[in-house]
C-alpha cells in the first residue's frame, strides 16, 4: 500500500511539474516577449498582471461550477475520480488541475490568441501582464491545491484553505475557487449551509 502511495505521487509531482512549465512556456514567456516589442510601461505591467489573476479566478470558478460538475460530461469524468480518490493511497495521481499538458496549451492559445487580438485592436498593452498573470495563477493553484491534498505544509495565510476547499468535497455544490474565493464571494457560492451536512461528493456532482 505504501508503495502504490509512494508511486501515486511521483505521477503526481511529474504531472505538477510539466504543467507548471507549460503555463511558464505557453503565458509567461510568450508574454515578456511581447513586452519586449510593445515597450510595456511598468503601469500597464501591474494592470495586465492584476487583471490576469482575477480573469484566472473567474476561469477557475465557471470552469470548476459549469464544466467540472456538470453530470455525465467528458469534462466531469475526472473531476469525479479526483473527488472520489481524497484519502484513497492513489489519490496523488488526480490531484493535477489540468488535464494534460497539450489541453492546458490549447487554453492557453486560445485564450491568448483572443487577448492578442483585443489588445491590438484597441492598443490597450494589456497582454504581456495578463499573460503572465495567467501563469501565476496556475502555478500558485496548483501548487496549492497538491499541498492541501497531500497534507502539506501551507504558509501560515493560506492555511484557512485547506479548511475551505476540502469543505467543498463535503459538499460539493459550493466553494469553487481553490484558495481565493474572489467569484465564491461575488456570486454566493462562499458559505455552506448549515443544514447541508456531508454529502456524498459522488452523487453530488
Not at 465557471?62 to 473531476?79: C, E, T
Not at 496548483?142 to 469543505?167: K, Q, V
Amino acid at each position: 500500500m505504501a508503495q502504490v502511495e509512494v508511486s501515486a505521487r511521483d505521477v503526481g509531482l511529474e504531472k505538477k511539474r510539466n504543467n507548471a512549465l507549460v503555463a511558464l512556456a505557453s503565458g509567461a514567456l510568450p508574454g515578456i516577449i511581447l513586452a519586449a516589442f510593445w515597450k510595456t510601461t511598468l503601469f500597464h505591467w501591474g494592470l495586465g498582471l492584476s487583471i490576469g489573476v482575477l480573469w484566472a479566478n473567474a476561469f477557475e470558478y465557471f470552469y470548476h461550477r459549469f464544466l467540472l460538475h456538470r453530470p455525465k460530461s467528458a469534462f466531469s469524468r475526472g473531476h469525479l475520480q479526483h473527488h472520489a480518490m481524497v484519502g484513497d493511497p492513489r489519490e496523488g495521481e488526480h490531484v493535477t488541475l489540468g488535464r494534460s499538458p497539450l489541453y492546458l496549451s490549447l487554453l492557453f492559445a486560445s485564450n491568448g490568441l483572443f487577448l492578442v487580438l483585443m489588445d491590438l485592436l484597441f492598443k490597450l498593452g494589456l497582454t504581456p501582464g495578463i499573460m503572465c498573470g495567467w501563469s501565476l495563477y496556475l502555478i500558485v493553484a496548483e501548487e496549492i491545491h497538491w499541498r492541501i491534498h497531500m497534507d502539506e505544509a501551507l504558509p501560515f495565510p493560506l492555511e484557512s484553505a485547506r479548511r475551505y476547499h476540502m469543505s467543498h468535497h463535503d459538499v460539493p455544490t459550493a466553494r469553487y475557487n481553490v484558495f481565493l474565493p474572489i467569484f465564491d464571494l461575488l456570486l454566493g457560492h462562499y458559505r455552506i449551509a448549515e443544514n447541508s451536512g456531508s454529502t456524498s461528493p459522488i452523487r453530488s456532482l
